[in-house]
């Protein structure tokens, strides 16, 4: 017996275990006490009261990712939109796939510059002789200078660049149209095809072709490198909103009547 127990005193003093600096190891798990735990009664219950707060509020965490999320989403989309408007932008160099066509859709896309229908629209409402027809000119007239100005300003105060970031041209500063978002030339030619369409008699044919020349001068700056396919599509958006808006708000004949005698000088104000 004294033997057995000498061997085992040996053999504890030999194990590495219960050496001082390892005795933690031997110790049962303990539960972690929190900062304010054991030194007053203040402690159990700021522990108790975060408990709770996580147990009532589980989706703080999901909240807190949301807004990360949100902005990966649209960064993604963003860069796809660029991806692809560059992509089909084929005619914007002269050395692009698209390059035999570039004549061919520019002069598609001068279609939808704001100069040529403002100038039309004013000669017309010079040579026209009937009311009816210079109440629809002059409300036309009306819907093109809104357009003008209000993709103007949202231009101005977006300055979003092109795929391509061409600098804009001359007939660009006349229109102030210097940015890419949102595209003018697509806001301008919806509200034109739903004015025509709505106040002109035209033949199912006409119709057609006027809502694919809508759709083609929106594709034509794609083609161009001068929008993205997001610009355009607000675009159509805005010019569909702005024909809408002057159907609400239609000037009558004789309002349009004192608008033409005042802007040709011709008004005399009643006494």
């Given at each position: 017996?004294?033997?057995?127990?000498?061997?085992?005193?040996?053999?504890?003093?030999?194990?590495?275990?219960?050496?001082?600096?390892?005795?933690?190891?031997?110790?049962?798990?303990?539960?972690?006490?929190?900062?304010?735990?054991?030194?007053?009664?203040?402690?159990?219950?700021?522990?108790?009261?975060?408990?709770?707060?996580?147990?009532?509020?589980?989706?703080?965490?999901?909240?807190?990712?949301?807004?990360?999320?949100?902005?990966?989403?649209?960064?993604?989309?963003?860069?796809?939109?660029?991806?692809?408007?560059?992509?089909?932008?084929?005619?914007?160099?002269?050395?692009?796939?698209?390059?035999?066509?570039?004549?061919?859709?520019?002069?598609?896309?001068?279609?939808?510059?704001?100069?040529?229908?403002?100038?039309?629209?004013?000669?017309?409402?010079?040579?026209?002789?009937?009311?009816?027809?210079?109440?629809?000119?002059?409300?036309?007239?009306?819907?093109?200078?809104?357009?003008?100005?209000?993709?103007?300003?949202?231009?101005?105060?977006?300055?979003r660049r092109g795929p391509w970031d061409f600098p804009p041209g001359f007939l660009d500063y006349i229109a102030m149209d210097m940015y890419s978002f949102p595209a003018a030339h697509a806001s301008r030619a919806v509200m034109v095809s739903k004015f025509l369409l709505n106040h002109l008699v035209l033949a199912v044919p006409l119709r057609i072709l006027l809502y694919l020349w809508a759709l083609l001068v929106g594709v034509s700056r794609v083609l161009l490198g001068k929008h993205h396919l997001s610009d355009v599509g607000c675009g159509f958006a805005l010019g569909f909103l702005h024909f809408n808006l002057v159907e609400s708000v239609w000037l009558d004949s004789a309002t349009c009547q004192t608008l033409i005698s005042i802007g040709t000088l011709r008004w005399t104000p009643l006494v």
């Open positions: 017996m004294p033997g057995s127990q000498a061997r085992s005193r040996a053999r504890d003093r030999n194990n590495v275990l219960n050496r001082p600096e390892f005795l933690s190891l031997n110790q049962p798990p303990r539960r972690e006490q929190g900062s304010g735990e054991g030194r007053g009664s203040g402690g159990p219950r700021r522990a108790a009261f975060r408990q709770q707060s996580q147990q009532e509020d589980p989706g703080e965490d999901c909240m807190q990712l949301n807004p990360s999320f949100r902005g990966i989403a649209i960064n993604s989309l963003l860069a796809i939109d660029i991806s692809l408007s560059k992509r089909l932008g084929v005619c914007a160099g002269v050395q692009g796939s698209g390059a035999p066509l570039r004549s061919m859709v520019t002069l598609l896309a001068l279609t939808g510059h704001a100069l040529p229908w403002l100038l039309g629209t004013l000669i017309c409402l010079w040579m026209s002789n009937t009311m009816a027809g210079q109440e629809v000119l002059v409300n036309l007239l009306l819907a093109l200078i809104l357009d003008l100005m209000t993709v103007a300003g949202m231009q101005k105060l977006v300055k």
